[in-house]
């Protein structure tokens, strides 16, 4: 069965994606994983599926290696992170995962960022979210908050991850 498509205006998109996801933090357990949790459901409610979930500290070598190590997995199609995107000392996802980026993907973060005002205000100039390319599977990386990660997987990922995800290895199909 082949999960690729073109079916939008000959853009390519990979559905249902395989995806994985990181939660970022040294207080949280894997059965304390609120965030996590609530975008493994919204995934699989749009039909994709979760092939992965990673618990690793705020430390930004082992959040570099373990979504280094995801993005060569040939059964991811997409990763989202969460945690580690604020401006505290220990928040270093964005640290670790931008310079794995081939692409980044500005829109992500400015879309994410808006759509946080009208929850949380002007509180959003906290929030570093982001979302780049690297070797051809879209990373997402999300705040901590189980409000912001629904929001953010429910507006804009399961809505634009596949179509990325299809774009970003097209040449490798053609």
């Known amino acids: 069965m082949t999960r690729r498509t073109a079916e939008d205006h000959d853009h390519p998109e990979i559905h249902p994606l395989r995806a994985a996801i990181v939660t970022i933090s040294s207080s949280r357990s894997a059965t304390d994983d609120e965030g996590g949790d609530a975008i493994a459901a919204i995934l699989e409610e749009h039909g994709h599926t979760v092939e992965t979930r990673d618990l690793v500290c705020d430390?930004?070598?082992?959040?570099?290696?373990?979504?280094?190590?995801?993005?060569?997995?040939?059964?991811?199609?997409?990763?989202?992170?969460t945690g580690g995107t604020g401006v505290t000392r220990?928040?270093?996802t964005i640290e670790a995962l931008v310079p794995l980026f081939e692409?980044?993907?500005?829109?992500?973060?400015?879309?994410?960022?808006h759509l946080s005002y009208e929850e949380v205000g002007?509180?959003?100039?906290?929030?570093?979210?982001?979302?780049?390319?690297s070797k051809g599977i879209p990373i997402f990386c999300l705040p901590g908050s189980t409000d912001a990660v629904s929001l953010a997987t429910r507006e804009i990922i399961v809505e634009e991850?596949?179509?990325?995800?299809?774009?970003?290895?097209?040449?490798?199909?053609?």
């Open 161 to 174: 991850a596949p179509h990325l995800a299809g774009l970003a290895t097209r040449h490798d199909f053609e």
């Open 122 to 133: 002007t509180r959003i100039v906290a929030t570093r979210a982001v979302g780049g390319i």
């Open 103 to 113: 692409k980044e993907l500005p829109g992500f973060g400015e879309l994410f960022r």
């Open 90 to 92: 220990d928040d270093v």
């Open 59 to 81: 430390e930004r070598e082992t959040i570099q290696e373990s979504v280094r190590e995801l993005v060569e997995h040939e059964a991811i199609d997409c990763v989202i992170t």
